[in-house]
């Protein structure tokens, strides 16, 4: 249900003027928007990767998805010849496009031990990725294994790739997010490609589950990665006549592009870098499967990462105080 954007007072303004997106050289750096999907190719794309009918509903997960196929596929790197990381990975569709291009796909995440654990990181992807497959894939080609994104068991330079969707920003805060993006650099091989989409708040207000902008450059530092294009953080003037409040409207309205949580505005952005160097990759197929085989033969123990303790939970009880306190004094000021 499309509604104008409430006048909320920009706390602090980070981004430049919006300006409408050039069609035909979509930029692979850049925030979630309406004006993306009208671009004939990253439809197509986005409707091959959703497996439908050739339709491409505007939700940004799906917007997530197609930004890091279009990332792979201009750094070649969609083919049997590689393999990739997915990290906080869920069940997401993806993994499924991926199979089917790629030599191994490796779906790593706290399965059945995370907020999500009821959801999409259940225990049911661990044992059997099928059951959630939306389509026919390469069965060989995806296995699960429960890891901590944060400590990755993979042995340097194993992936040709990496990325992470939509997951960085419930890691704990900024600083373990950083760690994460480290831990795929780490576990990419020199020349190869790391991919992240996380929450990026478009008006300066955040939550503990949104980043500031700067705050997206700062989770490369220290990370040997090198961004493939600089950001661009135009906006097309359409994508902000949609805002879905998440604690008033329904979360399956779409376009499901830019959200509203307390007085936080946000929506996805997307993030390719390349790690510096060019070295090929310490691990054959066969080698990161008896690996992976290993992992998964380890029972899974509950990793303490996300569990928060007393005094977490009062921080964050007094944080949602003040956030209720900003939505309010700046609807009152509106
Ligand atoms: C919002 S879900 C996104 C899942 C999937 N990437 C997608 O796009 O559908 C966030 C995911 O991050 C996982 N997660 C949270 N903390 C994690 C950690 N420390 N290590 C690995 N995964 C984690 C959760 O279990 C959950 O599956």
Same mark, same amino acid.
């Given at each position: 249900?499309?509604?104008?954007?409430?006048?909320?007072?920009?706390?602090?303004?980070?981004?430049?003027?919006?300006?409408?997106?050039?069609?035909?050289?979509?930029?692979?750096?850049?925030?979630?928007?309406?004006?993306?999907?009208?671009?004939?190719?990253?439809?197509?794309?986005?409707?091959?990767?959703?497996?439908?009918?050739?339709?491409?509903?505007?939700?940004?997960?799906?917007?997530?998805?197609?930004?890091?196929?279009?990332?792979?596929?201009?750094?070649?790197?969609?083919?049997?010849?590689?393999?990739?990381?997915?990290?906080?990975?869920?069940?997401?569709?993806?993994?499924?496009?991926?199979?089917?291009?790629?030599?191994?796909?490796?779906?790593?995440? $706290?399965?059945?031990?995370?907020?999500?654990?009821?959801?999409?990181?259940?225990?049911?992807?661990?044992?059997?990725?099928?059951?959630?497959?939306?389509?026919?894939?390469?069965?060989?080609?995806?296995?699960?294994?429960?890891?901590?994104?944060?400590?990755?068991?993979?042995?340097?330079?194993?992936?040709?790739?990496?990325?992470?969707?939509?997951?960085?920003?419930?890691?704990?805060?900024?600083?373990?997010?950083?760690?994460?993006?480290?831990?795929?650099?780490?576990?990419?091989?020199?020349?190869?490609?790391?991919?992240?989409?996380?929450?990026?708040? $478009?008006?300066?207000?955040?939550?503990?589950?949104?980043?500031?902008?700067?705050?997206?450059?700062?989770?490369?530092?220290?990370?040997?990665?090198?961004?493939?294009?600089?950001?661009?953080?135009?906006?097309?003037?359409?994508?902000?006549?949609?805002?879905?409040?998440?604690?008033?409207?329904?979360?399956?309205?779409?376009?499901?592009?830019?959200?509203?949580?307390?007085?936080?505005?946000?929506?996805?952005?997307?993030?390719?870098?390349?790690?510096?160097?060019?070295?090929?990759?310490?691990?054959?197929?066969?080698?990161?499967?008896?690996?992976?085989?290993?992992?998964?033969?380890?029972?899974?123990?509950?990793?303490?990462?996300?569990?928060?303790?007393?005094?977490?939970?009062?921080?964050?009880?007094?944080?949602?105080?003040?956030?209720?306190?900003?939505?309010?004094?700046?609807?009152? $000021?509106?």
């Amino acid at each position: 249900m499309p509604y104008t954007t409430p006048k909320i007072p920009q706390k602090r303004l980070h981004l430049p003027a919006f300006a409408q997106n050039s069609l035909n050289n979509l930029p692979l750096n850049k925030l979630c928007d309406f004006a993306d999907w009208q671009d004939d190719s990253f439809r197509l794309l986005a409707a091959q990767i959703l497996g439908t009918d050739g339709s491409a509903p505007y939700h940004r997960k799906l917007w997530e998805f197609t930004q890091l196929v279009r990332a792979l596929k201009e750094n070649g790197l969609l083919s049997l010849d590689y393999l990739g990381l997915s990290v906080g990975a869920g069940f997401e569709r993806v993994l499924y496009y991926l199979a089917n291009q790629c030599g191994r796909i490796i779906a790593s995440d $706290l399965y059945g031990d995370s907020a999500f654990a009821a959801g999409e990181a259940s225990r049911s992807v661990l044992e059997d990725p099928a059951r959630h497959a939306p389509y026919p894939y390469r069965q060989e080609a995806l296995s699960a294994v429960y890891m901590n994104g944060c400590a990755l068991g993979f042995p340097d330079s194993s992936f040709d790739f990496a990325f992470c969707l939509s997951s960085l920003e419930h890691f704990g805060g900024l600083e373990n997010a950083a760690v994460c993006v480290r831990e795929m650099a780490r576990v990419v091989r020199p020349g190869g490609i790391v991919f992240f989409t996380t929450e990026c708040s $478009l008006n300066g207000f955040v939550t503990d589950e949104v980043f500031k902008p700067a705050e997206i450059e700062y989770l490369l530092t220290g990370s040997s990665l090198t961004l493939c294009e600089p950001f661009n953080w135009s906006l097309s003037g359409e994508t902000l006549n949609y805002l879905i409040d998440m604690r008033k409207d329904d979360l399956s309205s779409l376009p499901h592009i830019n959200l509203k949580l307390f007085a936080s505005i946000f929506t996805s952005i997307s993030v390719a870098a390349r790690k510096e160097g060019n070295q090929p990759r310490c691990l054959n197929i066969e080698a990161l499967d008896s690996l992976v085989e290993k992992f998964r033969s380890i029972p899974t123990q509950r990793d303490a990462v996300n569990r928060k303790t007393l005094s977490q939970r009062a921080i964050k009880k007094l944080l949602v105080l003040k956030w209720r306190t900003e939505d309010l004094l700046c609807s009152l $000021l509106a």
